[in-house]
């Protein structure tokens, strides 16, 4: 099974951790991610911007929505992306649901 999906990216304008109050906006970059599944048990996860990052946030929400909505499936999981990582703009945020709606 395939699938494949985008999420946008965001800024943040007041950190609600901070003040109890925050707001956020869309930016027009996004994440995209595809998510092939198979019999195989386990998830292998790979962004195509860095290979080397950490991929456990891309793996742990397939093997999540598996664990909800599957059969105990596996596969793979590539996300690629316009954000660039650690620079606030929500990259994670929108790689875990672009996974997740994949």
């Known amino acids: 099974m395939h ?3 985008t999420a ?3 800024g943040t304008v007041l950190n609600a951790l901070a003040t109890a109050t925050g707001s956020a906006f869309a930016i ?8 092939e599944l198979d019999d195989s048990g386990a998830v292998r996860g790979s962004i195509a911007e860095a290979p080397d990052a ?8 397939v093997e999540l929505a598996v664990e909800a909505f599957g059969d105990g499936e596996g596969g793979t999981v590539e996300t690629e992306s316009d954000l660039p990582m650690a620079a606030g703009l929500k990259s994670s ?3 875990a649901n672009a996974t997740v709606l994949a």
């Open 28 to 35: 027009d970059a996004e994440t995209t991610a595809s998510v």
């Open 93 to 95: 945020s929108a790689a």
């Open 8 to 10: 946008l990216g965001a």
């Open 54 to 61: 950490d991929t456990r946030l891309i793996e742990r929400c």
């Open 3 to 5: 699938g494949r999906a």
